[in-house]
């Protein structure tokens, strides 16, 4: 069955080509199809295009068809088109001509729309939680290390005096802005497009308010041709915040790798957490962040394709908006992956608490000394030569009792404020309220 159908078989290889993986892709929008329509029906009602009778009816089966997508052993499969077409021709399949009236003023451009962002929607929290797991993990671990000294790089040379409470900190507190870029994507997908049909809206008197209300969203998309013209701009908007998060990661992956090699030494993980080498008996090596850096940086991609793909569009929808569907889905769940094994294994991260004992580290102070004589009123480029000085001279003696107050420094590392800065921000997602909308709408005694 395909919802265009008139009357003309369609050849074999361009049927192929046309849906790609859209049966296997379309198995993860199923139960947001249904959640749509549950919504759709229940507004055709209040606009009496449909009674009381058939509304129950209708939904009693969506609700059915619902619990078998959900089922962990379901026997759903997508053996038409497409998961629009799949539940529609169930719903005729079952009730016959009541069950064509599920597509009155609809279309599979403003369906695909809905659950995109409904998915979108639940996508997002689920990594809201994963990104809140892995911060306070690190919040934890910081404030666990935040005496535990190591050295600060810049240009990959010994700098100055840093801690593992910093280090931690330092992550967490980017996973605030993480938070940031995913809270943007989240208000941009949390508007309905239901009720646009395909980009030019409908005769029918619907009322897409309601459906708006039903679903939990916070307004509907109002001009009915922007809800196709907003595609790629709200793709780009969740690569953007997947990318933010990947940016974290791969970041904190390569500090790892640097600091688990021998010539740094600075922490480790249990031997589970590393692979071998097939012919050097005492490699341990750092392969998951190896993979998570590299995965993350094919996350980075993902903006990139979904502008390249769709950057030469006009107005109105196309096949093309197809491609990014898939690559949407899909890094979703890598990104939740990513976040999941990342945070297992910092569970178990063993800190080397010794790392400025080595003598090779004793200038990493000289900053220390420096400020120890402009605290004695010497001006900062004098203090500097004079340092400078014994340094090259032989003569230095660091100054290892360290006294950093200031916000944000290694004996102040403010993470009171990042965690209120945190819980803030996980707060305006208000995903309570899509909850409500949902489970209200799945009620089986509607």
């Not at 943007?184 to 030019?200: D, V, W």
């Not at 790798?257 to 080498?277: A, I, W």
């Not at 107005?315 to 898939?326: A, L, M, P, T, V």
């Not at 340092?387 to 420094?409: C, Q, R, W, Y």
Request: net charge neutral.
């Amino acid at each position: 069955m395909k919802l265009w159908e008139k009357g003309y078989t369609l050849n074999k290889q361009v049927e192929k080509f046309t849906i790609g993986n859209d049966r296997v892709i379309d198995m993860e929008l199923a139960q947001y199809d249904i959640i749509g329509s549950l919504a759709h029906v229940k507004m055709l009602l209040t606009v009496g295009f449909l009674n009381n009778d058939e509304y129950r009816t209708l939904h009693k089966e969506l609700i059915s068809i619902y619990k078998e997508v959900i089922s962990p052993d379901s026997p759903f499969k997508i053996e038409t088109e497409d998961v629009h077409s799949q539940i529609e021709l169930m719903l005729t399949n079952k009730l016959g001509g009541l069950g064509k009236k599920i597509h009155t003023a609809r279309s599979r451009n403003d369906q695909v729309l809905v659950d995109i962002f409904m998915f979108s929607r639940n996508k997002i929290k689920l990594i809201v939680n994963s990104v809140e797991n892995l911060f306070d993990l690190f919040i934890f671990l910081s404030n666990e290390n935040k005496d535990v000294l190591m050295p600060g790089y810049t240009h990959l040379q010994v700098a100055m005096p840093s801690s593992f409470g910093l280090w931690f900190g330092a992550y967490a507190e980017c996973l605030t802005d993480d938070m940031f870029t995913l809270q943007l994507a989240y208000k941009m997908i949390n508007q309905n497009p239901l009720g646009s049909a395909a980009g030019y809206g409908s005769s029918v008197p619907i009322d897409r308010n309601l459906t708006t209300e039903l679903l939990g969203f916070d307004t509907p998309v109002y001009n009915s041709l922007k809800a196709q013209l907003g595609r790629s701009k709200i793709e780009e908007a969740v690569a953007f915040a997947l990318s933010s998060i990947a940016t974290t990661l791969l970041k904190l992956s390569s500090d790892v790798c640097l600091y688990m090699s021998q010539n740094f030494g600075f922490l480790s993980f249990p031997d589970e957490f590393t692979t071998g080498s097939s012919i050097m008996p005492h490699k341990k090596n750092p392969d998951i962040f190896e993979l998570v850096r590299a995965k993350s940086n094919k996350i980075k991609t993902l903006q990139i394709q979904v502008s390249q793909i769709t950057g030469n569009l006009t107005s109105g929808y196309f096949r093309d908006y197809q491609i990014i569907k898939e690559l949407i889905i899909s890094a979703f769940d890598e990104v939740l992956q990513l976040l999941e094994i990342v945070t297992l294994a910092f569970k178990d991260v063993n800190i080397n608490k010794e790392i400025l004992k080595d003598k090779k580290y004793k200038y990493i102070y000289s900053v220390e000394n420096v400020n120890a004589l402009v605290k004695q009123r010497t001006p900062f480029r004098d203090a500097y030569k004079i340092v400078a000085k014994e340094i090259e001279e032989g003569k230095f003696k660091p100054l290892i009792n360290l006294e950093h107050t200031h916000i944000g420094s290694i004996g102040n590392l403010c993470n009171d404020e990042i965690i209120k800065k945190m819980r803030l921000i996980k707060d305006q997602f208000n995903f309570e309220k899509v909850e409500r909308a949902i489970n209200n709408l799945l009620d089986k005694n509607l």
